[in-house]
Nanobody
Framework: QVQLVESGGGLVQPGGSLRLSCAVS????????MAWYRQAPGKQRELVAS???????NYADSVKGRFTISRDNAKNTMYLQMNNLKPEDTAVYYC???????WGQGTQVTVSS
């Protein structure tokens, strides 16, 4: 079974940047679509961005122009580059594939001055 391990979160000031990584056990080549989700305290988990095996991407309106999703098939890793971070981006970020795998522990992103 595919395992997903997120990393790269942390505390950053508003306007700052972070790059999240999602390490995939096994070959990422067999996975068509992958995605990043986030869950803020007291809120439902939401889809942030997705990327297909053909590198087609989609973004939530709230992150368009600030976040970039990418995947490196050679490294079996997916990334989320987050720029111009805002306090409302504070959440636990999770990666996922389709069909779904078990959720990982996520990585905490906190945007605060």
């Amino acid at each position: 079974q595919v395992q997903l391990v997120e990393s790269g979160g942390g505390l950053v000031q508003p306007g700052g940047s972070l790059r999240l990584s999602c390490a995939v056990s096994g070959s990422i080549l067999s996975i068509n679509t992958m995605a990043w989700y986030r869950q803020a305290p007291g809120k439902q988990r939401e889809l942030v961005a997705s990327i297909s095996s053909g590198a087609n991407t989609n973004y939530a309106d709230s992150v368009k122009g600030r976040f970039t999703i990418s995947r490196d098939n050679a490294k079996n890793t997916m990334y989320l580059q987050m720029n111009n971070l805002k306090p409302e981006d504070t959440a636990v970020y999770y990666c996922q594939k389709f069909p779904f795998a078990s959720w990982g522990q996520g990585t905490q992103v906190t945007v605060s001055s």
